[in-house]
Every structure is written in structure tokens, then in C-alpha cells.
């Protein structure tokens, strides 16, 4: 049986940083938030490997091979619910879409709907991994459109005994770029479109409070809490740099929420950001920034199946690859457009 956590990472941060019980070492709050921009840079200069200590990439590496040679198909089954497993539950824990937005099970026969609180807005509906129209709403509910998202990963016969590295770790990063990231793709691509319908969009040199205000500020207007801000990974050099943003900000000191994307609290705004993803994984440009309304006032994802995994071969077209083919089935709306504004640097 093999280790299910097959996305654990090891952060190479700089010594002292992060101290045995998996705290950010630091003597005052201001220190604290310099810390965590030092593990930001570290990210950014690639400072991840993955933890996979030898004897675990043995037993991945049998696993593998044992599962080839099963002739039943039942172990590479196996291998591919694993996958399927650390990919879904990354994606609850990581996944921009569903911090931002409500969630939304269908059962078999349950058609997707979300509810609309305040009618006479702006709403905007995913029709595919990259379609957002927009419409005026003025009933009680919105029934986004369903599509897939899917992923292949595939492994080359010849990679198995070739490849040094953790090679199942290395397919659950493919799977993670075409679920969570394409996820993710689809939200930041309805957030733009609603962004600038019913706020201001905001441009700016350096992000300052006042900024943060405004933005706040136009959302708050509208008698919508202001519950999260996402952040591009550079936006943290502005914030920490500043006396009032200091002042202001609850960071969090456990290093393992912090690579998570979850930064702390903000005046009750909630500070979120992909900059401890992997570059293939990073949803943000540089300098963009969101502030987002609570969930029920956003929008939602209609999830109509959990992540399935199918096991594929390319044998049939003469290509020595095995692997498996995942998808999942929802549907995706921000059903209010002043719940939602948008910051860019210039």
C-alpha cells in the first residue's frame, strides 16, 4: 500500500525561519511578516523539492511496477484513486474557486441552481472551462451552464526506470495544473469580466491602505462584507513595507497555513494568495489584487460528480503509456458583480 500524500512539499527556507513545531520564528508582528515575505522569495526562486525520502520512492516505484504487471487492472485502479484522492483534497484546501465561492453537491437528478440575494444585478455564468456571459438577474435563483474538467496523466513505460524522481508526485502535479488551476482559471476569468460591471477597477504604482480602503469600500457599499482579498505574490512587499498596513494586519504564524495560500486577517478581510505555488500552478499576474464579498454574496460552484479516474492506455495507438483519464462535471456563476473588485498594477 502505498503513502496516499503524494503532494507533500519540503520548503528549502532560509535557516531559523521555521522552527521545529512548524512556527514561523519571530520576535515581533512586523518581523513576522517580513519572515513570511522571506519564505514568499523563496518560492519565487524555486525553493521547493519534494519530500519524498528515499524509501518512500522505493515503495512508489514497486507500486508502479507491481501494478503494471497486474493483469487484472485492479492495482492501477488503486494508483489512480490515489491521485484522483490527493488531487480533490488539494483542491478543497488550495483551490482559489472554492475559498471565494459557495459549494454546491448535486444529487442525481438535482438540477444546479444558486440562489441570488439581491436581485437586479449583473451575474456572470462559465458555459465552458472559458466561457463567462453575462446577464441581468432579476429572479431568485441562476442555473450555470455544466462543464468538465479533465485531466490525463500519463506515464511513458521507459519513465519508470529512467526517471529519479518521485514519478506518481510528478503525475499528481499534471493532474493539479488541469483540475485545480483550470478551476481557478475559470474564476479569475469570471472575475475580471464582473469586476468593472458595477465597481471601479483600480490602478495603481504601489498598493497602499488607501487602496485597500477604496477597493474595500466599494464592495462594503453595497451592504456586502468585504470577506476576502486575493493577492498576487509581490502585492506582500507593498504591505509589509507600509506602517499602517502593519498596523492593521493579524498574520498567521503556522507555516504550514501560510503555504496554503492563507496569510491572515485584515481589518476582518481575509488575506489569500497562490504565491507558494508552484509557477505551473500560479493563477495571479503579477500585481493583481481582488476583493471579494462573502461567499453567499459572490457566487457558487455546482459540483455534479466528485473527481472520477478511469484508467487509459495508448497501447492501441503504439505508444507505451499508461495512466489514467480524470474529469469532474459543475457549473460556475458569480451571480453579483458588486460583489467583486479588481486592483491592477501599472
Given at each position: 500500500?502505498?503513502?496516499?500524500?503524494?503532494?507533500?512539499?519540503?520548503v528549502?527556507?532560509?535557516?531559523?525561519?521555521?522552527?521545529?513545531?512548524?512556527?514561523?520564528?519571530?520576535?515581533?508582528?512586523?518581523?513576522?511578516?517580513?519572515q513570511?515575505?522571506?519564505?514568499?522569495?523563496?518560492?519565487?526562486?524555486?525553493?521547493?523539492?519534494?519530500?519524498?525520502?528515499?524509501?518512500?520512492?522505493?515503495?512508489?516505484?514497486?507500486?508502479?511496477?507491481?501494478?503494471?504487471?497486474?493483469?487484472?487492472?485492479?492495482?492501477?485502479?488503486?494508483?489512480?484513486?490515489?491521485?484522483?484522492?490527493?488531487?480533490?483534497?488539494?483542491?478543497?484546501?488550495?483551490?482559489?474557486?472554492?475559498?471565494?465561492?459557495?459549494?454546491?453537491?448535486?444529487?442525481?437528478?438535482?438540477?444546479?441552481?444558486?440562489?441570488?440575494?439581491?436581485?437586479?444585478?449583473?451575474?456572470?455564468?462559465?458555459?465552458?472551462?472559458?466561457?463567462?456571459?453575462?446577464?441581468?438577474?432579476?429572479?431568485?435563483?441562476?442555473?450555470?451552464?455544466?462543464?468538465?474538467?479533465?485531466?490525463?496523466?500519463l506515464?511513458?513505460?521507459?519513465?519508470?526506470?529512467?526517471?529519479?524522481?518521485?514519478?506518481?508526485?510528478?503525475?499528481?502535479?499534471?493532474?493539479?495544473?488541469?483540475?485545480?488551476?483550470?478551476?481557478?482559471?475559470?474564476?479569475?476569468?469570471?472575475?475580471?469580466?464582473?469586476?468593472?460591471?458595477?465597481?471601479?477597477?483600480?490602478?495603481?504604482?504601489?498598493?497602499?491602505?488607501?487602496?485597500?480602503?477604496?477597493?474595500?469600500?466599494?464592495?462594503?457599499?453595497?451592504?456586502?462584507?468585504?470577506?476576502?482579498?486575493v493577492?498576487?505574490?509581490?502585492?506582500?512587499?507593498?504591505?509589509?513595507?507600509?506602517?499602517?498596513?502593519v498596523?492593521?494586519?493579524?498574520?498567521v504564524?503556522?507555516?504550514s497555513?501560510?503555504t496554503?495560500?492563507?496569510?491572515?486577517?485584515m481589518?476582518?478581510?481575509?488575506?489569500?494568495?497562490?504565491?507558494?505555488?508552484?509557477?505551473?500552478?500560479?493563477?495571479?499576474?503579477?500585481?493583481?489584487?481582488?476583493?471579494?464579498?462573502?461567499?453567499?454574496?459572490?457566487?457558487?460552484?455546482?459540483?455534479?460528480?466528485?473527481?472520477?479516474?478511469?484508467?487509459?492506455?495508448?497501447?492501441?495507438?503504439?505508444?507505451?503509456?499508461?495512466?489514467?483519464?480524470?474529469?469532474?462535471?459543475?457549473?460556475?456563476?458569480?451571480?453579483?458583480?458588486?460583489?467583486?473588485?479588481?486592483?491592477?498594477?501599472?
Amino acid at each position: 500500500m502505498i503513502n496516499p500524500y503524494l503532494g507533500k512539499k519540503k520548503v528549502h527556507v532560509r535557516n531559523g525561519i521555521v522552527s521545529d513545531n512548524g512556527e514561523i520564528n519571530a520576535s515581533s508582528k512586523v518581523d513576522l511578516m517580513k519572515q513570511i515575505g522571506k519564505i514568499i522569495e523563496d518560492h519565487q526562486e524555486g525553493g521547493i523539492v519534494q519530500a519524498t525520502p528515499s524509501e518512500l520512492l522505493a515503495e512508489r516505484r514497486e507500486a508502479i511496477k507491481a501494478a503494471l504487471a497486474d493483469k487484472s487492472g485492479e492495482q492501477w485502479v488503486v494508483l489512480g484513486e490515489v491521485l484522483g484522492d490527493e488531487i480533490r483534497t488539494t483542491l478543497d484546501r488550495e483551490g482559489f474557486a472554492r475559498k471565494l465561492l459557495v459549494y454546491k453537491p448535486l444529487d442525481k437528478g438535482e438540477v444546479g441552481r444558486l440562489r441570488v440575494r439581491q436581485k437586479d444585478v449583473v451575474a456572470f455564468m462559465a458555459t465552458t472551462a472559458a466561457g463567462n456571459p453575462q446577464s441581468i438577474i432579476r429572479q431568485s435563483y441562476v442555473y450555470p451552464p455544466e462543464f468538465y474538467l479533465t485531466a490525463s496523466p500519463l506515464i511513458e513505460i521507459k519513465e519508470i526506470d529512467s526517471n529519479p524522481g518521485d514519478i506518481l508526485a510528478e503525475k499528481y502535479e499534471d493532474g493539479l495544473e488541469n483540475i485545480m488551476v483550470a478551476e481557478d482559471k475559470v474564476f479569475v476569468t469570471l472575475a475580471n469580466a464582473a469586476a468593472g460591471t458595477s465597481n471601479d477597477l483600480f490602478y495603481f504604482n504601489t498598493f497602499t491602505p488607501a487602496t485597500f480602503t477604496q477597493m474595500r469600500t466599494q464592495v462594503a457599499r453595497w451592504g456586502i462584507p468585504a470577506r476576502y482579498a486575493v493577492i498576487s505574490y509581490d502585492i506582500w512587499d507593498d504591505i509589509i513595507s507600509d506602517a499602517n498596513f502593519v498596523a492593521w494586519f493579524d498574520p498567521v504564524s503556522q507555516h504550514s497555513i501560510v503555504t496554503e495560500g492563507y496569510l491572515g486577517d485584515m481589518l476582518g478581510t481575509s488575506i489569500i494568495t497562490d504565491a507558494f505555488r508552484d509557477q505551473n500552478l500560479k493563477v495571479l499576474e503579477a500585481g493583481q489584487v481582488y476583493m471579494c464579498g462573502a461567499p453567499q454574496t459572490l457566487g457558487g460552484i455546482t459540483q455534479r460528480t466528485d473527481l472520477a479516474s478511469e484508467p487509459i492506455n495508448k497501447f492501441a495507438d503504439a505508444s507505451p503509456q499508461r495512466g489514467w483519464f480524470m474529469y469532474q462535471v459543475e457549473g460556475m456563476a458569480l451571480v453579483n458583480s458588486r460583489a467583486i473588485c479588481r486592483g491592477q498594477r501599472i
